[in-house]
């Protein structure tokens, strides 16, 4: 779904309400270091990257961390 909902929120521009989103998943989907994880932080990381850089930096690292685990 997030795969899915990752061009629609790009193309709309809705980059904080997808952010929103994603941190609200990442939330309630647990801590166990999956690739599907790794695929939402890498999403929440490329949306990120347009209004925080910083913050989007901070999300690829985690991802690039599970992904070298998954």
Same mark, same amino acid.
């Given at each position: =779904?997030?795969?899915?909902?990752?061009?629609?929120?790009?193309?709309?521009?809705?980059?904080?309400e997808?952010?929103?989103?994603?941190?609200?998943?990442?939330?309630?989907?647990?801590?166990e270091?999956?690739?599907?994880?790794?695929?939402? =932080?890498?999403?929440?990381?490329?949306?990120?990257?347009?209004?925080?850089?910083?913050?989007?930096?901070?999300?690829?690292?985690?991802?690039?961390?599970?992904?070298?685990?998954?």
């Open positions: =779904m997030v795969k899915s909902l990752h061009r629609y929120w790009v193309a709309r521009v809705y980059w904080r997808a952010n929103g989103w994603l941190k609200r998943l990442l939330a309630v989907s647990g801590t270091d999956t690739p599907i994880r790794a695929r939402t =932080m890498y999403v929440a990381g490329h949306i990120t990257n347009y209004y925080d850089p910083t913050q989007a930096r901070s999300l690829a690292e985690d991802c690039l961390r599970l992904d070298s685990r998954a």
